[in-house]
């Protein structure tokens, strides 16, 4: 059984940065992608960026282009989460996810395998 196990939550003012990270507890992420979902408050879970440990090909909402970045450091089995100036709106609970890569689309996984456990941010003055 794989777990995946987040950091980097908190509260934070509207223009500020947090970055989460994402640790797998797998021998090799090699074949696998790595992804964050977030879900706020009474609203679906959505797809916010995700990242292919094979060719590091990458993927981020529109909400969030320009803004997030997402990287991997393979010897760590850890990906991460730059988040930059961020918006209230961005305010959620951050899942990541890992599965087996996807090959062609504009995802990186083909199946959500394991979850982390989530972590709330909030973005407010």
């Known amino acids: 059984q794989v777990q995946l196990v987040e950091s980097g939550g908190g509260l934070v003012q509207p223009g500020g940065s947090l970055r989460l990270s994402c640790v797998a507890s797998?021998?090799?992420?090699?074949?696998?992608?790595i992804g964050w979902f977030r879900q706020a408050l009474e609203k679906e879970r959505k797809e916010v960026s995700c990242?292919?440990?094979?060719?590091?090909?990458?993927y981020y909402a529109d909400s969030v282009k320009g803004r997030f970045t997402i990287s991997s450091d393979k010897a760590k089995n850890t990906a991460y989460l730059q988040m930059n100036s961020l918006k209230p709106e961005d305010t959620a609970v951050y899942y990541c996810?890992?599965?087996?890569?996807?090959?062609?689309?504009?995802?990186?996984?083909?199946?959500?395998?394991?979850w982390g456990q989530g972590t709330q941010i909030t973005v407010s003055a």
């Open positions: 996810v890992a599965g087996p890569r996807l090959y062609g689309g504009s995802w990186c996984l083909s199946r959500h395998l394991y």
């Open positions: 797998i021998s090799t992420l090699d074949n696998y992608a």
């Open positions: 990242i292919d440990f094979s060719d590091s090909r990458m």
